[in-house]
């Protein structure tokens, strides 16, 4: 099977020839490994070292519908008609993959089928999708910090499921937990400083 790096280059590169690219077609193009193939393709932009601006919110809602599916025990994700029908400029797609082809690449070294009864089995399947469903959460928080973890969970959850990769998407589970910690701290110290900020101007007035 052709390596993920080698077909997106080759199809958003090479192939494709409009300046706009539907997500119907980009869920042609995943195929049977649909699940894997968009966890990773709609956590990129938030995984890299320099996160892509206004991606975070929007794909955040559409992982978190995906997750939702895997949780329901859906073998193949559906997407709403009307969201299918949206388009992205090929030049932001072409941008987004000029700075995540080399961690794509990385990570293929490392993966190959093993322990994939996480990737199959009714409970890995349930624990991803409640994980993926966390971090997309996170993700759509628009506080600094609470979407780069959470985004590399996603992403390598999705190369474990993609090529069935237990180890892998155990590696992903693990920096989602991690991920869930970050933002609970950031969320508690957030709500511990203007909680704090709202008394000194209750003792200020009063």
């Not at 790096?5 to 539907?22: K, Q």
């Not at 869920?27 to 990773?40: C, Y």
């Not at 991606?55 to 992982?63: K, N, R, S």
Request: aromatic residues 8%.
């Amino acid at each position: 099977m052709e390596k993920l790096s080698a077909e997106l280059e080759r199809h958003f590169y090479d192939e494709h020839h409009s300046g706009e690219v539907t997500i119907d077609e980009i869920m042609t193009l995943a195929g049977e490994r649909a699940f894997g193939f968009l966890f990773i393709l709609l956590a990129l932009p938030s995984a890299l070292p320099v996160p892509a601006p206004f991606y975070a919110t929007p794909f955040g809602i559409l992982l978190f519908l995906l997750a939702a599916q895997l949780i329901g025990g859906a073998t193949h994700p559906w997407i709403p008609r009307w969201f299918a029908k949206h388009s992205l400029k090929l030049s932001q797609i072409q941008s987004v993959l000029s700075m995540g082809l080399p961690w794509l690449r990385r990570v293929e070294v490392l993966t190959r089928p093993r322990l994939s009864v996480v990737c199959h089995s009714r409970l890995g399947r349930l624990m991803i999708g409640v994980a993926i469903a966390l971090m997309a959460a996170s993700m759509m928080i628009p506080i600094p910090l609470t979407n780069t973890l959470p985004a590399i969970g996603i992403f390598l959850i999705g190369f474990g499921l993609l090529d069935e990769d237990g180890v892998i998407s155990l590696m992903g589970l693990l920096v989602c937990a991690m991920g869930a910690a970050l933002t609970a701290s950031i969320l508690t110290l957030g709500y511990a400083t203007v909680r704090g900020a709202v008394d000194l101007v209750k003792e200020a007035i009063f």
